[in-house]
């Protein structure tokens, strides 16, 4: 079973800046990827970034160029960590703010999600 614990959400002016994290520890054998995803009330959850246990990145586009995903996916039971620097940050981006773990299965789990807000 893995676990997902963010942190390092807040409140930041437009044009800012912030760094999530997301803590992974349990199980990690055949998590192939970790990301993140977020949802505004009454929205689906939407993807923002992916990052895949040899490194490959994915990012939707309403972030590229502003968010970066980084870190590593253990292959056992070692903690995983997985980040998402968040610049040039604009008000659309408020949102709860999880991470996800996938797994060979298909199965993704989420953490308990962090609330980002873009407001002057």
């Known amino acids: 079973q893995v676990q997902l614990v963010e942190s390092g959400g807040g409140l930041v002016q437009p044009g800012g800046s912030l760094r999530l994290s997301c803590a992974a520890s349990g199980s ?36 590229k160029g502003r968010f970066t ?20 940050l604009k008000p659309e981006d408020t949102d709860v703010y999880y991470c996800t773990a996938d797994d060979n299965m298909g199965f993704r789990r989420f953490g308990q999600g962090t609330q980002v807000t873009v407001s002057p």
């Open 28 to 63: 990690m054998f055949g998590i192939k990827a970790m990301g993140w995803y977020r949802q505004a009330p009454g929205q689906q959850r939407e993807l923002v970034a992916t990052i895949t246990s040899v490194g490959s990145t994915n990012y939707a586009d309403s972030v």
């Open 69 to 88: 995903i980084s870190g590593a996916i253990s292959r056992d039971n070692a903690k995983s960590t997985v980040y998402l620097q968040m610049n040039s």
